[in-house]
């Protein structure tokens, strides 16, 4: 991978001081204006089409290394070149953000539904599900179209992994251990089996959620080699059976 960047975990990101810093918007930089100013640069960066990457890139370390800011030119450098899936994924949440927020929002619901114990919880815990299906079309049609306005061919492996990340987004949801949206450097697996514990309702609950057929389901993703992506959709399976 470009510039010795490695990803090696399943969340997306290194474990490593620099990755700390893409995922909580540089809080460990710098105080103050420059620390506001120099989180606009970089957001700034994963807007730009995939092709002026690199060059922005550069020329943003360039200019904090000229201007002092050692530390923070060390830390841009390691900034890796998104991959294509990636990059459509981050265009998702900078120019739909409410569809991507609808996604993480259904998320957020299903945990709530799930840990609660009122009489709508099977039913609310089945919204949840029908609303994480809905936004997982949208923005997967939403991904396709910004890859072809930027001139890349919506391929089937193209979609499946950005279809990969989306649900993974949805899995972790605002937890701070999650990886930051819109700044993503590479395809996101889902969290291992433990994290995803609160997606797997209880016996009883599972069959009230059987759904009587699947053909108004949103189109199955592959499961890439990872353990932990593959140990990550079993556990979502067993929700939406």
Same mark, same amino acid.
């Given at each position: 991978?470009?510039?010795?960047?490695?990803?090696?975990?399943?969340?997306?990101?290194?474990?490593?001081?620099?990755?700390?810093?893409?995922?909580?918007?540089?809080?460990?930089?710098?105080?103050?204006?420059? +620390? *506001?100013?120099? *989180?606009?640069? $970089? *957001?700034?960066?994963?807007?730009?089409?995939?092709?002026?990457?690199? !060059?922005?890139?550069?020329?943003?370390?360039?200019?904090?290394?000229?201007? #002092?800011?050692?530390?923070?030119?060390?830390?841009?450098? !390691?900034? %890796?070149?998104?991959?294509?899936?990636?990059?459509?994924?981050?265009? $998702?949440?900078? +120019?739909?953000?409410? %569809?991507?927020? +609808? $996604?993480?929002?259904?998320?957020?619901? =299903?945990?709530?539904?799930? @840990? @609660?114990?009122?009489a709508r919880k099977v039913g609310d815990m089945?919204?949840?599900?029908?609303?994480?299906?809905? @936004?997982?079309?949208?923005?997967?049609?939403?991904?396709?179209?910004?890859?072809?306005?930027?001139?890349?061919?919506?391929?089937?492996? =193209?979609?499946?992994?950005?279809?990969?990340?989306?649900?993974?987004?949805?899995?972790? #949801?605002?937890? !701070? *251990?999650?990886?930051?949206?819109?700044?993503?450097?590479?395809?996101?697996?889902?969290?291992?089996?433990?994290?995803?514990?609160?997606?797997?309702?209880?016996?009883?609950?599972?069959?009230? $959620?059987?759904?009587?057929?699947?053909?108004?389901?949103? +189109?199955k993703v592959v499961s890439p080699p990872s353990?932990?992506?593959?140990?990550?959709?079993?556990?979502?399976?067993?929700?939406?059976?």
């Amino acid at each position: 991978m470009e510039d010795g960047y490695k990803h090696a975990t399943p969340n997306g990101v290194k474990k490593s001081e620099s990755a700390e810093m893409v995922k909580k918007t540089g809080n460990k930089l710098s105080n103050g204006e420059h +620390r *506001d100013q120099l *989180d606009d640069e $970089l *957001d700034d960066l994963f807007t730009l089409p995939l092709a002026e990457f690199t !060059t922005a890139r550069n020329a943003l370390a360039s200019r904090l290394k000229k201007s #002092g800011g050692g530390n923070e030119a060390e830390f841009v450098k !390691t900034l %890796a070149k998104p991959p294509i899936s990636a990059w459509a994924v981050n265009q $998702l949440y900078w +120019r739909h953000r409410d %569809a991507f927020e +609808r $996604l993480i929002d259904s998320g957020e619901r =299903f945990r709530q539904a799930q @840990s @609660s114990s009122g009489a709508r919880k099977v039913g609310d815990m089945r919204s949840a599900l029908d609303a994480r299906r809905e @936004s997982l079309a949208q923005l997967s049609d939403l991904a396709s179209d910004l890859l072809r306005e930027a001139g890349h061919n919506p391929t089937q492996e =193209f979609t499946r992994r950005i279809a990969t990340t989306l649900e993974a987004m949805s899995a972790y #949801g605002s937890q !701070t *251990d999650g990886p930051r949206p819109g700044r993503l450097t590479q395809d996101v697996d889902p969290p291992g089996f433990e994290s995803l514990a609160s997606f797997v309702p209880s016996t009883d609950s599972r069959q009230s $959620l059987k759904e009587p057929s699947r053909s108004d389901q949103v +189109r199955k993703v592959v499961s890439p080699p990872s353990k932990a992506h593959a140990v990550g959709k079993g556990a979502f399976k067993k929700v939406e059976q």
